[in-house]
């Protein structure tokens, strides 16, 4: 994108915040570390002691408030925001409250430093402060066609990888997780990705944990490995993207009893996936893949919800899960990543990023579904 349609890309999504924002009553939005803050403006704030916040005005102004040494790093657009970089010497707390003005509800982003909503709270007594996410959450969770293009280019770049490990191209044998999960790492920088997030890497029972966290566990002949891995591809206008992925190989041929509960989660997850069409509400995708494996005499095994959406963050609304009755609209994209987990034994999961569209469910990953063979 040229530099004036990103600057019309910001200033448009600062004006649906605004439109928010009045139907919320909230006067002032604060946004600092974490997603929201280079989804609205194209710059991510330091995670350090010293306070960086894009103060908005509902009726005003955008001020992005930074460190002095940190002023060159911002690309400026006067056209979306001002900037008020602050010395050593200043106190960045009353410069904020002073472009809040005497805001009587501030919406503050959700990942902000909880030491800074302290001292805010402390200057702004009569201001009743918010979780900004109730004023992003929605507009970040429907995604833009450039938005999507860019999460189809990430989870493109994590499926040559998975198709890799399933052709047997990255050696697991006699290999610890930890090292096959450092591989993993680097294949993510290679294909493009800025940042690693994530690469699990679970042998044999070690599966049956979720999150497990790869170790100095060596790989063995004839087991199975889970590998669940992703990183964010950060674009030109400052704004990055995640990809996130889950597929299990067998080396060698699996025993029956896994193959038959491999076979249980496939038709599982291509059910939820088939299921996730606009106006469905989340928890029906979630309820579709559970009640194959439930049927299976698995559901007690099927520990967690079934996906979470993605973007900015890796995880992030909505939430496909039981009692979220929210309709999945055009442009959310999520993950669809159910699991059986049988502790002390093994276990599996299959996980694809899916967007919802006019058309049907877009599946964003498109490796090869099935339990991949591999030699030892
Ligand atoms: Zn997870
Ligand atoms: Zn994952
Ligand atoms: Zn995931």
């Not at 918010?130 to 989870?155: F, H, M, N």
């Not at 309709?327 to 502790?343: C, K, Q, R, T």
Request: with cysteine.
């Amino acid at each position: 994108m040229d530099p004036s349609s990103l600057t019309s890309m910001f200033a448009s999504r600062l004006a649906r915040a605004r439109t928010m924002m009045e139907s919320h009553g909230v006067d002032v939005m604060l946004l600092s570390v974490g997603a929201d803050l280079p989804y609205f403006c194209g710059y991510e704030a330091m995670p350090l002691e010293r306070l960086t916040m894009l103060v908005v005005q509902r009726d005003g102004d955008a001020t992005l408030v930074v460190p002095g040494l940190e002023a060159p790093r911002v690309v400026e657009r006067p056209d979306v925001f001002s900037m008020r970089p602050w010395a050593e010497t200043e106190d960045p707390i009353a410069i904020v409250a002073g472009l809040a003005g005497p805001a009587s509800t501030a919406a503050i982003g959700d990942h902000t430093w909880a030491g800074f909503l302290v001292d805010l709270h402390a200057v702004m007594p009569s201001t009743e402060f918010r979780r900004a996410s109730t004023i992003t959450s929605p507009i970040r969770s429907v995604k833009e066609p450039d938005e999507i293009s860019r999460l189809r280019v990430a989870s493109a770049a994590v499926d040559r990888i998975a198709s890799r490990l399933q052709a047997g191209e990255i050696p697991l044998v006699g290999r610890t997780e930890a090292d096959v999960s450092a591989e993993l790492g680097r294949q993510i920088i290679e294909e493009g990705h800025d940042r690693v997030n994530f690469a699990i890497v679970a042998a044999g029972e070690n599966a049956a944990s979720p999150h497990h966290e790869p170790g100095a566990r060596v790989i063995r002949d004839g087991e199975s490995v889970l590998c669940d891995f992703g990183g964010t591809m950060i674009g030109p206008d400052g704004v990055g993207y995640c990809s996130d992925i889950t597929r299990c190989v067998s080396i060698g041929e699996p025993p029956t009893e896994f193959a038959e509960l491999y076979d249980v989660l496939v038709e599982a997850q291509r059910a939820s996936v088939e299921a996730a069409t606009v106006g469905t509400p989340c928890q029906e995708v979630d309820r579709v893949g559970r009640s194959l494996i439930t049927d299976a005499g698995l559901g007690d095994f099927f520990v967690h919800r079934t996906g979470h959406g993605i973007g900015v963050e890796a995880h992030e609304d909505p939430y496909i899960v039981e009692g979220n009755e929210t309709p999945l609209v055009a442009g959310h994209a999520f993950s669809v990543e159910p699991g059986i987990y049988i502790p002390g034994r093994w276990g599996a999961r299959l996980e694809d990023i899916v967007v919802a569209s006019a058309d049907g469910p877009d599946p964003l990953n498109l490796v090869d579904h099935s339990l991949a063979v591999v030699e030892s």
